[in-house]
């Protein structure tokens, strides 16, 4: 006589598939992924649907961001445009990779583009090559300094450079 949950060792040998213990947990199994699933996905929590409200503007920007002369300024102020256009990046990839931006976030993001090029095109028409390279060294320098970084905080009250 068998019993439920084992699994007689001559049937076994002639009939493929799973456990009769295993089958009868596999619903439970799968209601537990779910309810996981489930849970880990109401605790995950999108940024609020205006938060490039809270990103600094433009001007804030230029005037907040100094260094040690024009040219350090300069190129701190495009490393800071780079990582608030990226920050608006990797929001909205998190939100949908294929989905398009909001509104705001191309009118923002279009905004610290648009001062990046235009700092690097003035620099350009004032400047010798070998200075426009040394400029493109150290603005790079500051894109991927991560203490430069650290400093910084898009949501903040105030930059903290």
Do not use: W
């Not at 699933?37 to 649907?49: K, M």
């Not at 495009?78 to 909001?102: D, E, H, M």
């Amino acid at each position: 006589m068998e019993t439920i949950g084992t699994v007689n060792p001559a049937a076994a040998k002639d009939s493929p598939g799973l456990p009769l213990r295993v089958l009868f947990q596999l619903p439970r199994i799968l209601v537990a992924a779910l309810l996981c699933f489930l849970c880990a996905a109401s605790f995950a929590q999108p940024p609020g649907p205006n938060y490039t409200a809270d990103m600094p503007s433009v001007d804030r920007v230029k005037a907040e961001i100094k260094g040690s002369d024009l040219t350090d300024t300069l190129a701190r102020q495009i490393a800071v445009f780079t990582y608030l256009s990226a920050y608006i990046q990797r929001i909205k990839y998190n939100r949908t990779v294929t989905g398009p931006y909001t509104p705001e976030e191309q009118r923002v993001m279009g905004s610290y583009d648009l001062a990046r090029y235009q700092i690097s095109q003035d620099y350009a028409k004032s400047h010798t090559p070998a200075e426009i390279e040394a400029f493109g060294h150290l603005e790079g320098k500051y894109e991927f300094d991560t203490a430069f970084n650290c400093g910084f905080s898009p949501n903040r009250s105030r930059i903290l450079l």
